[in-house]
């Protein structure tokens, strides 16, 4: 089976760097951005579309609001599923409303390698 590809979309270079190493230590090529712009560039040069969106809300440039937005406007990338990762809290409402699934950070590892397998194989 070919390996699979997820976006990780995230501000903070600690986090970001830790997300793709424990994605790609289960066998996934990950895709880094630092932000909503970088994201969408990214998505625009992949052969291969991302199985799965990792996406920080709140980050400069463009938040994952507006990216999530973007991305659910192109025909080709509506159907990847997003999670929203956030240290913010309770945002349900967002989630609910934009049909998406939300992790807290610090992000549980356990719960994150679940749902990299619920979203990819």
């Known amino acids: 089976m070919a390996k699979q590809h997820i976006l990780v979309v995230e501000d903070d270079l ?3 760097e830790s997300l793709v190493e424990v994605l790609e230590g289960e066998g996934f090529i990950i895709i880094a951005a630092r932000d909503g712009f970088e994201a969408l560039e990214k998505l ?4 291969i579309l991302p199985c799965w969106i ?8 463009m938040n994952g609001k507006d990216c999530l937005a973007a991305i659910r406007s192109n025909p080709e990338w ?27 950070k610090p992000i549980d590892l356990d719960v994150l390698l679940a749902s990299s397998k619920l979203h990819c194989c």
């Open 78 to 104: 509506e159907n990847i599923p997003i999670t929203f990762l956030s240290a913010a809290g309770r945002i349900e409402d967002i989630s609910i409303m934009h049909k998406v699934d939300f992790l807290n």
């Open 54 to 61: 990792l996406l920080d809300i709140m980050m400069p440039r």
């Open 44 to 47: 625009k040069q992949q052969p």
């Open 14 to 16: 600690g986090i970001r």
